[in-house]
C-alpha cells in the first residue's frame, strides 16, 4: 500500500481530478450522441407535411440508438459514481484503467451514429455492441482492481457491496454479447436486446434481496 501511495504522490493524482475528467468525458460525450440525429441539406427538403413526416419515420433508427446509448451511458455515468466514492488512493494502474474506459466512453457517438446509420446492416449493430462491452469490462476491471486485495479502497468493505457492484457491472458486457451473437445471425435488430437491462436488473435486486433475507433469518437462528 505505501509503494502504491508513493507512486500516486509522485505522479501528484487526485481523486476529485479524475472525477472531474470522467465527469467531463461522459458528460461531452452523451451530449455528442445528438448529432446522429443529422437532417437533410435544406435543399433536398420539400415544405410538406408528408415530407416531414416519411422524415421523422426515416430517423426511428438513429433516435432509437440515441435514447439507448444515453440512458446506457447514463447508467455507466452513475455507476462510475458509486464505484470511485469507496476509493481512498490513485496508483498509475488505476488511472490507466480508468483512461482506457473513458477512451471507450468518448467512441460510444460515432459507433452510436454508424449503427444508425447502417441499421439494415448487422456489422453496424455490432459496433455499437462491441463499444458497450468495452465500456462495461472496464468499469469491472476499474471495481476488481480497486477492490482486490483491498488495494485502493479501506479493508473490511463489506463484501456483499463489492459482489453486487461486480454483477451489476457485467449485466452491459453480457447482453451486449448476446446482441453480437444475435447480429452473428444475421439479425439486424440485435440491439433490442438492450432492452432486457430493466428486467434483469430486477431480477438481480429480487435475488440480492432474498439471499439477504436468507442471511438475516440464520443470523437469527444463531
Known amino acids: 500500500m505505501n ?7 509522485a505522479m ?19 451530449t455528442l450522441l445528438v448529432i446522429g440525429l443529422s437532417l437533410p441539406d435544406k435543399s433536398s427538403i420539400t415544405l410538406s407535411n408528408q415530407f416531414a413526416s416519411n422524415l421523422l419515420v426515416s430517423l426511428y433508427s438513429a433516435f432509437f440508438h440515441y435514447v439507448l446509448a444515453f440512458l446506457i451511458l447514463g447508467a455507466f455515468w452513475l455507476a462510475h459514481h458509486i ?16 483512461l482506457s474506459t473513458l477512451m471507450f466512453v468518448a467512441l460510444l ?7 444508425g446509420i447502417f441499421s439494415g446492416v448487422p456489422l453496424g449493430a455490432m459496433v455499437f455492441e462491441a463499444n458497450l462491452f468495452a465500456i462495461g469490462m472496464g468499469m469491472f476491471f476499474q471495481w476488481r482492481y480497486a477492490t482486490g486485495r483491498n488495494r485502493l479502497v479501506e479493508p473490511g468493505m463489506d ?6 457492484v461486480s454483477i451489476r457491472s457485467l449485466i452491459v458486457p453480457a447482453i451486449s454479447l448476446l446482441g453480437i451473437s444475435v447480429a452473428l445471425t444475421g439479425n439486424t435488430y440485435s440491439t433490442a436486446v ?29
Open 3 to 9: 509503494e502504491e501511495i508513493s507512486g500516486n504522490e
Open 12 to 30: 501528484h493524482l487526485t481523486k476529485s481530478r479524475l472525477e472531474s475528467l470522467s465527469d467531463g468525458i461522459f458528460a461531452f460525450a452523451m
Open 83 to 98: 464505484q470511485i466514492h469507496p476509493i481512498h488512493s490513485l496508483n498509475r494502474t488505476y488511472v490507466w484503467l480508468n
Open 109 to 115: 457517438p460515432f459507433s452510436t451514429s454508424f449503427s
Open 159 to 164: 463484501h456483499r457491496f463489492v459482489r453486487h
Open 194 to 222: 438492450y432492452l432486457l437491462i430493466p428486467g434483469v436488473e430486477l431480477t438481480v435486486s429480487f435475488l440480492e434481496e432474498r439471499e439477504a433475507k436468507a442471511t438475516r433469518a440464520a443470523a437469527k437462528i444463531y
